[in-house]
């Protein structure tokens, strides 16, 4: 509804693992809600069939996809007596090429808009150099095709260059654990591209299911989508890559279109944990509250001066929302949200969000989202959300509720909490953590502290000053109230 479209696309089911998913069923029930109200703009749903379920006629019965006549189309049949050859359309430069939409820090998710020619000059040309690529070269970017990444590098990046790419439909580690290395010795993949949450998750397997496989076609590493740790880092270069490839950290967002920070295959001195230095063009700062200039060895908000062909628009239909989340903190810069340390070397180091923001296994959600999904819960009062550190998914959510008067905190009550979330934003944001917070910390003028509650999921006893707590004693029962183990 926020794109205004008319048609929405979709399949009519698709296996995540071996867990069928029926994605014409939700695409129905977002359709029936957007039909309840008046602006909804869309007219048609096209399904495409997947090719799982042309085969198996079980797995297709199962699904029983949900028909409205007047609206669904099969794009068999509407593909059926087309004409093979499509005239382009002729397109401005600066025409909008596509919305994508990325959490917002106030809860609603923002619509970045890109354009025709500078998204696609910028995606063409930081895939040539950031994975140094080469006519004879296989790729495979293992992001979902959804995300901006699978946008920048699996799609536009990689076609406009006419590289031959693996495109893979399903999870790393099934059927079995070897998957990932598997395709790679199947294709001769020599640039490979995958996120840190995923290289923490095949760590724990250990080196075996890579001894499997010849994995000597690879080349260059690439990773994306959160902070790498260095432990994570050594183990994709010595035991993935062979200490042959170079591990190629890329920092950039959804507004960037594409690549920012990160190093040139064999041509960047690399460090572990370091997205290393700016592309082409591309000119970073980095600011201190006051929005002065930090000059030499610094750490603050980093931010960049001069745009690049493929950064962002606009966000669609809100230019005030634009100018505000990303213009007027510092005027004069773009504000990443990121908060970063540059050595003395001048090397980037990215330290995670610094707004009410959390990366999810490389996923960014915003506090404010889960919080108002919490929130529709009949029983809860109110919700605060914070991250704390996970082995695997690099954060995950902590979560403390506060329950309306007579309501019970019991284990039924985190099922339905859980699954309120799942539904309104989507299963990589399901709570790992959550609290039943008779009261919350919150300033007189009552703004929840949320650094307090970040050290009490984190277990941190330093907390501070709590001067401007209208009721320091609620950090107390808190704290001897803190979980443990994940809910
Ligand atoms: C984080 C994903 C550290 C960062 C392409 C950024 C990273 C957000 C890195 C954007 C990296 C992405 N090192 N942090 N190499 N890459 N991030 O819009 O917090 O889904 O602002 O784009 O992910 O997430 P988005």
């Not at 790498?228 to 967002?253: K, M």
């Not at 959600?365 to 695997?392: D, I, K, N």
Request: negative net charge; charged residues 25%; aromatic residues 10%.
């Amino acid at each position: 509804m926020d794109a205004q479209c008319n048609i929405l696309v979709t399949a009519d089911g698709v296996y995540r693992g071996d867990k069928l998913i029926n994605l014409k069923k939700i695409a129905s029930e977002a359709l029936d809600r957007c039909k309840e109200s008046s602006a909804s703009s869309v007219q048609k749903c096209v399904v495409v069939k997947h090719p799982a379920f042309i085969t198996s006629s079980d797995a297709s019965s199962s699904l029983q996809t949900p028909w409205d006549e007047l609206c669904d189309i099969w794009w068999d049949d509407l593909m059926d007596g087309v004409s093979d050859e499509c005239e382009p359309e002729w397109m401005d430069s600066e025409d909008p090429l596509f919305i994508l939409y990325t959490s917002g820090s106030t809860g609603k998710p923002k619509g970045v808009v890109h354009t025709v020619t500078g998204y696609m000059l910028y995606t063409s040309l930081t895939f040539k150099y950031v994975f140094d690529y080469h006519h004879d070269d296989v790729y495979w970017c293992t992001a979902d095709i959804g995300w901006i990444t699978g946008h920048s590098y699996i799609t536009y990046g990689p076609l406009a260059n006419g590289a031959t790419s693996v495109l893979f439909e399903g999870v790393p580690v099934h059927p079995h654990v070897g998957r990932l290395w598997e395709i790679i010795e199947k294709y001769g993949v020599s640039k490979f591209y995958t996120a840190p949450t995923a290289i923490r998750l095949l760590m724990k397997y250990g080196k075996e299911p890579l001894q499997r496989y010849d994995l000597s076609s690879l080349r260059v590493l690439g990773t994306v989508g959160e902070p790498i740790n260095p432990e994570a880092w050594l183990w994709y270069y010595d035991v993935v890559g062979q200490q042959r490839c170079p591990v190629i950290d890329t920092f950039w967002q959804t507004e960037t279109g594409g690549h920012v920070l990160t190093p040139l295959p064999a041509a960047t001195p690399l460090k572990p944990g370091s997205a290393t230095c700016p592309f082409f063009g591309v000119q970073p700062a980095i600011l201190n509250e006051h929005g002065e200039e930090l000059e030499g060895e610094a750490e603050g908000y980093l931010v960049f001066r001069k745009p690049w062909p493929g950064i962002m628009r606009g966000v669609f239909g809100n230019q005030e929302r634009f100018e505000s989340t990303y213009f007027r903190k510092f005027p004069g810069f773009y504000v990443t949200g990121d908060g970063c340390r540059r050595d003395k070397d001048g090397y980037y180091w990215i330290t995670g969000r610094i707004d009410d923001m959390l990366n999810v296994s490389g996923h960014l959600l915003s506090t404010a989202e889960v919080e108002s999904a919490l929130s529709e819960h009949p029983s809860v009062a109110e919700a605060a959300v914070v991250s704390r550190p996970h082995a695997v998914k690099g954060e995950c959510l902590y979560c403390f509720i506060t329950l309306k008067d007579q309501q019970e905190f019991n284990r039924t009550l985190m099922d339905e909490l859980k699954r309120k979330v799942r539904e309104k934003i989507g299963p990589i944001a399901t709570p790992d953590f959550i609290q039943n917070a008779p009261g919350l910390p919150k300033t007189r003028s009552g703004k929840i502290m949320r650094r307090v509650l970040r050290q009490i999921a984190r277990n941190e006893k330093e907390l501070g000053d709590l001067s401007t707590l209208a009721d320091p004693k609620v950090v107390e029962v808190l704290f001897s109230q803190r979980c443990e183990a994940a809910a």
